[in-house]
């Protein structure tokens, strides 16, 4: 079975705090991405990875970066956290390519305060 | 026109019922299609894939609707078990699922 962990369950934080959440996967996946979910507005992408160091926006990336050292971990960073990044985080994975499924995390739930 | 649309329901249908689910995608290129589920503040978990040709897994049946642009979801036979969200997801190339905002099933005893 497919393991994607998510360091953290919950996570409260202030406003302006830098905020890093780790992911890390133990399937060797080529492909990893960061989605968050909001009531009334589903998943959304906000950064995803096809390699070791490469990176690629998704469709909400403002805010974030993101940092793929080794092809297991994928960290999302929010440099200076805002209340509107609270949120629901979830990291997935997914074989190479771009015809695979999604494997999810357990998610992190982030509040800023 | 938005991307992948679904009902957001919620269908709230008795246990034994049969259920079905469509959602619709805008990308007419997007060659995977995929069905999560996902309960109440918990991940999405992948269900099913879609294929061209329809796939059947127990009481889960998945079709795939090129001219029209859907994929469905039946379920047979629901259980009290089975209530949760249904994410439809469509590939729309570059690496990107698009996942639609999800129906919401209640099975009711």
């Known amino acids: 079975d497919v393991k994607v962990t998510q360091s953290s369950r919950y996570l409260v934080k202030r406003t302006g705090e830098k905020v890093f959440l780790e992911c890390v996967q133990d399937m060797d996946h080529e492909n990893m991405f960061w989605y968050r979910q909001d009531p009334g507005l589903g998943l959304r992408l906000i950064y995803f990875s096809y390699d070791v160091k490469m990176k690629e926006k998704g469709d909400i990336p403002e805010g974030y970066s993101v940092s793929r050292e080794k092809k297991e971990r994928f960290s999302l960073i929010l440099e200076s956290a805002s209340t509107n990044q609270t949120s629901m985080y979830l990291c997935?994975?997914?074989?190479?390519?771009?015809?695979?499924?999604?494997?999810f995390g357990n998610g992190t739930r982030l509040t800023v305060t | 026109r938005k991307e992948v649309e679904q009902d957001p329901g919620p269908f709230n249908v008795p246990e034994g019922a049969t259920v079905a689910f469509n959602c619709t995608y805008s990308?007419?290129?997007?060659?995977?299609f995929f069905w999560y589920r996902q309960d109440c503040r918990k991940e999405p978990k992948l269900l099913m894939s879609?294929?061209?040709s329809g796939n059947e897994d127990g009481r889960f049946t998945a079709q795939l609707n090129r001219a029209s642009q859907y994929i469905s979801l039946l379920i047979r036979d629901s259980k009290l078990s089975d209530s949760a969200t249904y994410l439809c997801?469509?590939?729309?190339?570059?690496?990107?699922?698009?996942f639609g905002k999800g129906t919401k099933l209640s099975v009711i005893p």
């Open positions: 997801a469509v590939n729309g190339g570059s690496y990107q699922l698009t």
């Open positions: 879609v294929y061209s």
């Open positions: 997935a994975s997914s074989l190479a390519g771009d015809n695979s499924p999604l494997h």
């Open positions: 990308n007419s290129a997007s060659q995977s």
